[in-house]
C-alpha cells in the first residue's frame, strides 16, 4: 500500500544538507509517495531541486538532481571518510569555524556592513546554483505540489509562491537573509506593485497552511533542522546570536501548531463536525542532539565534510522515523503538538 505524504521543509542554511539526507530517504521508500511540498530558505532550494529531479526522472531523478545540487553548493562524495582515517566529527569541525578567521571576518562584515554597501559589485552567491534549476521542470504540473515561502519587507506578512509563480527570484527571496544579501524584489501581478522579500523563515519556516488543500493527504511530515528547544543558556555572542535566529525561525511553526492541535481537539471532540475542517496528522523527523551541538558557523560555512556527515545523519533520521512510525502514516500522529508548543 503506498502512503501519500506531504513534506514541510524548514530553513537552515548548510545544514539543509540534513534535509538532503532525509529526502534521500525517503525518496528510496516505494511505500511513500510525495503530495505536497513546502519549503523556506534551504527548504525551499531542497524542495525545487526535488521538483526538478521528481518531473523529469521520477523518485531517481529527484535524488539524482538533489545530489547534484549539494554538490555544486560545496559537498563532495568523498568526504565521509571511516573514522579510522580520522576525519574530524561534524560537531568538533563546527565548534573549530566559531573561532576561525574566515567566520570571525563574515560575521563582523555581517554586523557593520549593509550589502548594499557594495554598491554594483554585488552578487548573490547562490544565484549561479538556482538558475541551473531547470523552472519549466519545477513549475510543472506534475509531481508534487511545491510552496515556497518568503516574508513580505514592507507589509511583515507571509507570501506562498506556487505553479507558474516559481522562479529564480522566488527561491532567493525565500533564502534570502538581510544582513547577508539584499531583498530580492518581484512584480505581483494582482497590485502591479514590486515587492521586496526576504527569508521566509521570518514568517514560515516553513508555513504549513498551503498543505492544507483538499487534494493534498492530511499526513504533513515535517523536517525539523533548527532544535526547539536547547537546555543550556547561550553564553558567547555567536550562539546568543543563533539562539535568536532559532527561538524567531521556530514561532511561525509552533503558532501553525498551536492551531493545528486545537482544530485537532474540536474534531475530535464533536465540536466541529468530521469534515467541516481539514484535520491533518503531524509527524516530524529531527536530530535535536546533532543541532545542538552545531554552531551557526556550519550554517553559513559549508564544509564538505560537515554537509557529508549532515546527509547520513538525515538518512539515519528518516530510517528511525520509518522504522517506528510508518504504520502512523494515514492513521494518527507521531509527535505529541501539546507537548511540543506549551
Same mark, same amino acid.
Given at each position: ?5 506531504? %513534506? ?12 538532503? !539526507? ?7 521508500? /516505494? ?15 531542497? +524542495?525545487? *531541486?526535488?521538483?526538478?529531479?521528481? =518531473? ?23 568526504? *565521509? ?7 574530524p566529527d561534524a560537531v568538533s569541525m563546527s565548534r573549530g569555524m ?42 510543472? *504540473?506534475?509531481?508534487?505540489? %511545491?510552496?515556497?515561502?518568503? &516574508?513580505?519587507?514592507? =507589509? ?5 509562491? *506556487?505553479?507558474?509563480? %516559481? =522562479? ?35 514568517? +514560515? ?23 526547539? /528547544? ?15 535566529? /532559532? ?21 475530535? !471532540? ?24 552545531? &554552531? ?15 546527509? /547520513? ?30
Amino acid at each position: 500500500m503506498i502512503k501519500r505524504i506531504n %513534506l514541510a521543509l524548514q530553513g537552515g542554511g548548510a545544514h539543509g544538507a540534513f534535509t538532503w !539526507g532525509v529526502l534521500d530517504r525517503l525518496l528510496e521508500d /516505494e511505500r511513500l509517495e510525495i503530495a505536497g511540498v513546502s519549503g523556506t530558505s534551504a527548504g525551499a532550494v531542497n +524542495g525545487a *531541486a526535488l521538483k526538478a529531479g521528481y =518531473s523529469e526522472g521520477g523518485r531517481d531523478g529527484a535524488r539524482d538532481r538533489l545530489d547534484w545540487l549539494w554538490e555544486r553548493i560545496g559537498a563532495r562524495r568523498d568526504a *565521509a571518510l571511516p573514522d579510522w582515517m580520522g576525519l574530524p566529527d561534524a560537531v568538533s569541525m563546527s565548534r573549530g569555524m566559531d573561532y576561525s578567521p574566515l567566520f570571525q571576518w563574515t560575521e563582523g562584515v555581517g554586523r557593520l556592513f549593509s550589502p548594499y554597501a557594495s554598491g554594483p559589485f554585488y552578487t548573490n552567491p547562490l544565484r549561479p546554483v538556482v538558475e541551473d534549476l531547470d523552472f519549466d521542470r519545477v513549475c510543472d *504540473a506534475s509531481g508534487p505540489a %511545491l510552496h515556497i515561502c518568503a &516574508t513580505n519587507v514592507r =507589509s511583515g506578512k507571509v507570501r506562498v509562491f *506556487a505553479g507558474q509563480e %516559481l =522562479s529564480v527570484d522566488v527561491i532567493l527571496a525565500s533564502a534570502c537573509l538581510p544582513t547577508m544579501f539584499r531583498a530580492v524584489e518581484i512584480p505581483d501581478p494582482l497590485t502591479g506593485r514590486t515587492e521586496a522579500y526576504w527569508d521566509g523563515g521570518y514568517t +514560515g519556516n516553513p508555513a504549513l497552511f498551503p498543505l492544507f488543500a483538499p487534494q493534498l493527504p492530511e499526513d504533513i511530515l515535517i523536517v525539523n533542522i533548527n532544535p526547539l /528547544e536547547r537546555d543550556e543558556v547561550p553564553r558567547t555572542p555567536q550562539d546568543i546570536r543563533n539562539r535568536i535566529n /532559532e527561538i524567531s525561525f521556530n514561532s511561525s511553526l509552533l503558532r501553525e501548531m498551536r492551531a493545528i492541535s486545537f482544530v485537532q481537539r474540536l474534531i475530535d !471532540g464533536g465540536t466541529l463536525a468530521e469534515g467541516a475542517m481539514k484535520r491533518p496528522r503531524m509527524h516530524m523527523i529531527h536530530d535535536d542532539p546533532l543541532m545542538n551541538a552545531l &554552531t551557526v558557523a556550519t550554517k553559513m560555512i559549508p564544509l564538505p565534510a560537515v554537509m557529508a556527515q549532515l546527509k /547520513e545523519a538525515g538518512r539515519t533520521a528518516a530510517e528511525n522515523f520509518l522504522e517506528a512510525h510508518y504504520d502512523d502514516l494515514g492513521a494518527r500522529d507521531s509527535v505529541d503538538l501539546q507537548e511540543m508548543y506549551s
